[in-house]
């Protein structure tokens, strides 16, 4: 059960590729870029979260859904795979968007 939360990232992550792939929304697109990008985000809600935990205004939440790992205090290894989650979230919606709105145009 230590792992719940860590798995259900993992296939919520996995949903998210196999999306791209169906739709070359992001990776699936242009790689490089998208690395580019998917890093870029990640290191800054890191460093958001960085500066959020050195304030004293984020804290790690006890769960026995969490595996209980820290990369640093109060930063759970979980949050790492939250943060890939969400930013590949929003680039996904961001080329599906891109692609509806192409193709609506098109057929106008």
Do not use: H, Q
């Not at 960085?50 to 290894?77: D, H, Y």
Request: aromatic share 12%; proline share 2%.
């Amino acid at each position: 059960m230590g792992a719940l939360y860590l798995v259900a990232l993992a296939i919520a992550l996995t949903g998210m590729v196999l999306l791209d792939r169906r739709f070359r929304l992001f990776f699936w697109a242009d790689a490089r870029r998208a690395t580019i990008v998917l890093v870029a985000g990640v290191a800054f809600f890191l460093a958001w979260d960085a500066a959020g935990i050195g304030l004293g205004i984020f804290f790690r939440g006890e769960t026995s859904f969490m595996t209980g790992l820290v990369i640093a205090p109060e930063l759970p290894v979980e949050e790492v795979f939250f943060l890939a989650l969400l930013c590949y979230l929003t680039m996904n919606a961001v080329g599906a968007a891109t692609l509806v709105l192409s193709r609506r145009g098109a057929r106008s």
